[in-house]
């Protein structure tokens, strides 16, 4: 069955250090795959979606990546801040078309 | 634009009542979606619909009935609520079924 792992539940780093946040898949090869943040009482929030056939995407200080040969994507925040402390998600679709999420990282950022 | 409204935010049900949960959506998506989340366990897909009129099962559909009667209206029931259907439940909207969801601010369901 077509599986998805965050391999950290938890996170924590210092203000102003670079977060790194792993989503590994196993069982199929999703054609694209999208990251959500999300804070604590509130519903998820869409943040990027990457294709397969892109490498790298970038939104101000977000950046994920795409590895279909290690069926793997990273999430970076650079210059982190202690208003990016939530749980990430990532998420990509099952065979039928719908998403299916990962249990998430929950990144703690000290000031 | 309200996005996706979830109602009610807040319910305590005892074992073997009914409820409905109500989603509503402004942006005249297509698709619309029930999840659940519970700890440890992550967001888990009850149902979907792909328009209105239709209804398709998730992953965990068991003890769970849905209606898209309208387009911007996707309705959750408990038929005879469980303990085990405490959690909170979330409903999504998108355009297409590729493309970015977003979401209600939950509904906090504890049965007793």
């Known amino acids: 069955s077509q599986k998805i792992e965050q391999n950290s539940e938890a996170l924590n780093i210092q203000e102003g250090k670079t977060a790194t946040l792993t989503c590994n898949y196993t069982?199929?090869?999703?054609?694209?795959l999208q990251w959500y943040r999300q804070d604590p009482g509130r519903g998820p929030v869409f943040l990027l979606l990457i294709r397969e056939n892109e490498k790298e995407k970038r939104k101000e200080r977000l950046k994920v990546t795409f590895d279909t040969t290690l069926k793997q994507s990273l999430f970076h925040i650079t210059a982190s801040q202690p208003a990016d402390s939530a749980t990430y998600l990532c998420a990509p679709p099952r065979s039928q078309g719908n998403l299916i999420f990962g249990k998430g990282t929950k990144l703690s950022v000290k000031p | 634009n309200a996005g996706v409204t979830q109602t009610p935010k807040f319910r305590v049900l005892k074992t073997g009542q009914s409820m409905t949960l109500l989603c509503a959506q402004d942006m005249n998506h297509e698709y619309m979606y029930w999840y659940r989340q519970d700890p440890g366990m992550g967001l888990r897909l009850i149902h979907y619909s792909v328009g209105e009129g239709t209804t398709a099962k998730g992953e965990v559909p068991d003890g769970y009935n849905v209606s898209r009667l309208k387009k911007q209206n996707f309705l959750l029931g408990l038929e005879s609520a469980a303990p085990s259907q405490t959690s909170v439940y979330f409903c999504?909207?998108?355009?297409?079924?590729?493309?970015?969801?977003?979401f209600g601010q939950g509904t906090r369901l504890t049965v007793v």
């Open positions: 999504a909207s998108t355009i297409l079924m590729n493309t970015e969801a977003f």
């Open positions: 069982n199929y090869s999703p054609a694209y």
